[in-house]
């Protein structure tokens, strides 16, 4: 098993920054994906930003350049940096690691921006 350790997050005026990181307590091999999840109330969670080593990061469609993940294998993190947040990015936010080919979460976090 594999434990996910997410820190950040909190609360942020509209077109604000935050920054989320997600430290593994076990390496994620390069091949496996590793990033992050949100989850808006009353939505489904949804994909925000996830990279597997050599290929390009995958982002939700709302990021639209805003959001930038990366990833680094040997300290077993992932880092979410967040630019002109919107409200609409309000949500819990989980950082979501494969291992093993068992998908692991973390507890989320907290992101709110008032407008």
């Known amino acids: 098993q594999v434990q996910l350790a997410e820190s950040g997050g909190g609360w942020v005026q509209a077109g604000g920054s935050l920054r989320l990181s997600c430290v593994a307590s076990r390496t994620i091999l390069s091949r496996d994906p590793m990033g992050w999840y949100r989850q808006a109330p009353g939505k489904s969670r949804e994909l925000v930003a996830s990279?597997?080593?050599?290929?390009?990061?995958r982002y939700g469609d709302f990021v639209e350049g805003r959001f930038t993940l990366w990833r680094d294998n040997a300290k077993k993190t992932v880092t979410l940096e967040m630019n002109n947040l919107k409200p609409e990015d309000t949500g819990v936010y989980y950082c979501?690691?494969?291992?093993?080919?068992?998908?692991?979460w973390g507890q989320g976090i907290q992101v709110t921006v008032s407008s």
């Open positions: 990279r597997i080593a050599g290929r390009d990061v």
């Open positions: 979501k690691a494969r291992y093993w080919d068992n998908d692991y």
